[in-house]
């Protein structure tokens, strides 16, 4: 992929309205490639922050200004690809090869959509193309091997895991891949040796363990399949499968109650699993507890109304428990169906019996009579027995007691995907609470009721009552077509306005809505152009202060991506909202803004002064609980941060209780 572009943030001390003009989308002034450079930043600082549509929007006038440029088909090819636009996303891509052909970065991603949309001999061929001119790129290997795999080019397959293995022997990953193939052929052993030289390798892949205990359990080895699950789920403790699994090795091994066990734990993971509701509901009829067995099968019939298996032995269980009438109206559905089923017509013909009704249980024992006749004349041979059977793909009524396997391993394959996940951060584990700023979206949680209000933004909006309300949160507005095009019509209008205005007075109400415009649409640099010429004409602006460095630090998180120094522009957003404080220091978002810019230093000290202060003129400002409490555990102070995390959930901030169920175990 190509180098990213580096932002540099240009402020200029110039006259007003060449700095309002030259940053106007309808400009004619400015160079067009000043533009188009400008629109791609900004579309891919959207991209940074999620705002898919607003991307596209950005990227479809750069391919309006200059088509010829294969970047902006790129990127909007990656906003499509996350909005699940594959078809889109292809399309963008080829266009961009036709433009670049020499791009890796662009045979991967339309590798990846066409995967998405099965296409993968296509894929196969972009990830070839691409291995040309990046031969030592794992990813591209491992992914090839997966199409081939899934397009049964097995000795294809093993070809390409030969190179990748000689590139690299210690790749674990690799000899997984061998492994699948094997197991493919139907060659269990080879696959074996494959998955514990793999184990060799990383001891710590979940699904290595899994598909190797699996292997066990289809060797009925089932001391060694518990054993290899267990290592599993130690590793990945949430997979309703693997409780499964190893529920089934237990029952084998007679440990009722641990087998038990895990059916439960596999449910309370996935409440819905067919497997897991119809193998406890076996057990539980073994172990005598009836009425619960019977839960478990309407469960399953439920989901599936036809299954026999599950009619059979609800109907034994009612039947058991006294209801004779539901146990018949079960065993005549599976009668209808497989009309020798000796054992069906005996127990409903014994429940005939208890209800009374003679002629119809003699009708029942006649049918028994006679087909136990038939098969002495060699006319219905009966199918021996096993000890699990499949799904879907074994139907023996006579198997109706047995623990059922799923008929096949539909794993997803795990292809190396660079545009999975968070754009920002895909090792994202626990991150602060966003900064407060300015917006013209009233934009709040369902479940928290709490308002910002600062006591100069409203008298900001009273003393501009003609224009759209100002608020205060920290929330994004979620960006659609319909509300891109309003906001860039918007800028339109207070463009317009500004060019009309005859006083500095009558201007700068305007200049503060256009930045709040060009902030919510990410495009930050112009933003920052705007309150910065306010600041020059009133150093007394703290409303610019403070939304200048909500921009500034986003357009710093975007280019630390790109691998910019921004130690300048960090400083600067410390500057800004220290010059906010001074200016007004009972608004307590300042100090909550700078607690944030504290903490992303390290500088926990400071950050935890502005939380505290913060929270002595709000007590109701939840995301100052859950910043200063992730700030007293990355102190090492794990009390005092679950007890603030813990205020942060009671005010409305629930993602708190999950960062303190990760940190009460540590």
Known sequence: MRDCFRIQIRRWIINLSI????????????SAQYNTDRLLITGRSALFYEDYVLAIQYFNQVISMKPYLYEPWFF????????DDFTGA????SEALRRNPYVVGLYELRGLTRIQQKKFTEAVQDYSKALKYAPDQQS???NRILCRIENKEYDAAHRDIDTLLTHWSKYARGYNMRAEVFLLQKDTLKAAEMLDKSLELDAFDEQTWTVRGAIFLSQSKWKEAEEYISKAIHLQPKLAGNYINRALARVNLNNLRGGMSDYDMALDLDPNNFL???NRGLLRAQVGDDNRAISDFDFVLNLEPDNLMALFNRALLLDKTGNL??????YSKVINEYPNFWFGLQQRAQCYRKLGNKKQAELDEFRIFKAQMDKRAGKQPRLNKRQLRKRHDDEDMDKYNQLVVADEENREPEYKNAYRGRVQNHNFDVAYQPMYYLTTEDVRMDVRKYVAFDREVEQFNIANKDMRHIYVNSLSPQLDEDLTSLYFARIDTLNAAIQRAKTMAETKPL???RAIAYSVIQNFTSAIDDLTTLVLEDSTQMLAYWQRAVCQQKLNDFNASQGTNIEMQKA???SDLSRAISLSQSNPYLYYNRGNVYADRKDYAHALDDYCRALELDRNLAEAYYNRGLVYIYKGDIDAGISDLSKAGEQGLYTAYSVIKKYRKK
């Open 325 to 330: 009438r539901g146990a018949i109206r079960d």
């Open 90 to 93: 292809e399309a963008d891509c």
């Open 511 to 513: 200049l503060i809505h």
């Open 276 to 278: 897991g509701h119809y």
């Open 76 to 83: 909007r090819g990656v906003a499509k690809y996350y909005l």
């Open 19 to 30: 700095v309002l003009s030259a940053f106007s989308f309808g400009v004619q002034h400015v």
């Open 572 to 574: 600067n957003v410390l």
């Open 140 to 142: 591209l290997w491992h």
